[in-house]
């Protein structure tokens, strides 16, 4: 019967996930359809701008956020954030039937969903393993995955066939409408806090010490910090890839439809849910101890071919179309590969007392320099060629994982006894 409570309550988790995930892919697909179809040429620039606002705040929160997490009741963290989400896009919806919506507004909203999903995040990834038992990890991990991507995959999809028949106020609408839902979900999620704070205590800690206990357990595991190292620079590198230049592409160089555009993105989607699919049936596939460096090498030579239609100045067809979608596959494959065996990793190894305050501090570091880099391609796109984002981001990676001692050896051998936690009572 225990076991069944934790079930039930990580499928009302899901759920929950499920609802407010799949709005918020339609709504990233149409708040960029939207920004691109603007008039002017600045609409890189918005795109990029978009993106530092949507990182910039849950990167400087991200301790902050963990720290709060850990000390209060996960449960209404994560139905007090999907309510100010929901609030949020809804007033954007207003605004945008009112003919008012200008991008000031949309920076705006964007900062304040940039803190509400990073809370919720933390507050997920730090719940799951309270409710479930060390075996069920990797299936949990695995199913939170797949949700995530199942989602992004459907709400791409639909996000184009929506905007294309029925325009982006909708679509904003049904986004606002879908936290408030999540919302509904999880608060039928039976949970009681394992650590809780009396109110003295909660006053006692502050943050700065927060910051100094998750450091003083981060200095005895270097592993851990090569790790957050590496996943900073491949984000730098990569995210700005997918979050502006793709997109910036495909609409200006290959003027694309929305639905066409829909399933490009959605591709990434579709090969990360079936190799979620198979990864969970099949764990042994993602235990070895290189694949953290099989899969960091395959998303990078897949992002890398992608650029090539831009290289030989190909026009869209149907087999470019395909192409595109094809390689992005081929990326959310080995991408689910690599996020399931480090958040497996994370989940096993991070004390209990801390999850919060790690998953803040990770989220910090590994997105920290995503903003500086939105900003950088953000003056840039336009005035040089975009294949060289693609190939400069492509071989800076490669130079990183095959030439820099301590990442080549971490990412080869995850599994290592170097690699066994360092618990801070000593």
């Not at 851990?224 to 590198?237: A, G, K």
Request: net charge positive; aromatic share 14%; hydrophobic share 50%.
């Amino acid at each position: 019967m225990k076991n069944f409570i934790k079930n039930k309550n990580f499928t009302f988790i899901l759920g929950g996930k499920l609802i407010s995930l799949l709005g918020n892919a339609v709504y990233q697909i149409s708040l960029t359809w939207y920004i691109l179809s603007l008039p002017g040429s600045n609409n890189g620039k918005i795109l990029s701008w978009v993106m530092v606002f949507g990182l910039a705040p849950a990167v400087v929160s991200g301790t902050m956020l963990g720290g709060f997490v850990d000390r209060y009741n996960k449960k209404k963290i994560m139905i007090y954030a999907d309510i100010l989400s929901g609030s949020t896009v809804l007033l954007l919806t207003y605004l945008l039937f009112n003919q008012l919506l200008t991008p000031i507004h949309i920076l705006l909203a964007t900062c304040v969903l940039s803190i509400s999903t990073a809370t919720l995040s933390i507050a997920v990834r730090s719940m799951i393993p309270e409710i479930l038992n060390f075996e069920e990890l990797q299936w949990a991990t695995s199913s939170n995955l797949l949700v995530e991507r199942f989602t992004n995959l459907l709400g791409m999809i639909f996000g184009g066939i929506l905007v294309s028949l029925l325009g982006v106020p909708f679509v904003f609408l049904l986004n606002g409408m879908s936290f408030l839902f999540s919302a509904l979900f999880e608060s039928f999620i039976h949970y009681e806090c394992a650590n809780r704070f009396d109110e003295n205590q909660k006053q006692k800690f502050s943050y700065i010490q927060d910051f100094r206990e998750i450091s003083a357990y981060l200095s005895k595991n270097i592993h851990l910090v090569t790790l957050l190292f590496l996943f900073t620079f491949v984000n730098f590198l990569w995210d700005p890839l997918f979050a502006i230049v793709t997109p910036y592409v495909l609409k200006t160089d290959f003027d694309i439809t929305p639905l066409q555009f829909g399933i490009i993105e959605g591709g990434f989607g579709m090969g990360f849910c079936i190799a979620t699919l198979c990864f969970s049936k099949y764990p042994k596939l993602i235990a070895g101890k290189r694949i953290i460096f099989f899969s960091i090498f395959s998303i990078n030579t897949a992002i890398f071919l992608f650029s090539a239609p831009l290289l030989l100045s190909l026009t869209v067809t149907t087999y470019t179309f395909f192409y595109f979608a094809i390689m992005l596959m081929i990326t959310g494959v080995f991408s689910a590969a690599l996020n399931i065996r480090v958040a497996t990793y994370f989940q096993e190894m991070i004390p209990e007392s801390l999850r919060g305050k790690f998953h803040g501090i990770s989220t910090s570091l590994s997105l920290g320099l995503i903003p500086l880099a939105g900003i950088i391609i953000g003056n840039l796109i336009g005035k040089i060629p975009s294949s060289a984002f693609f190939i400069t981001s492509c071989l800076l990676v490669y130079g990183l994982i095959f030439f820099v001692p301590s990442i080549s050896r971490i990412t080869k051998d995850l599994q290592g006894e170097e690699l066994s936690p360092v618990s801070l009572k000593q």
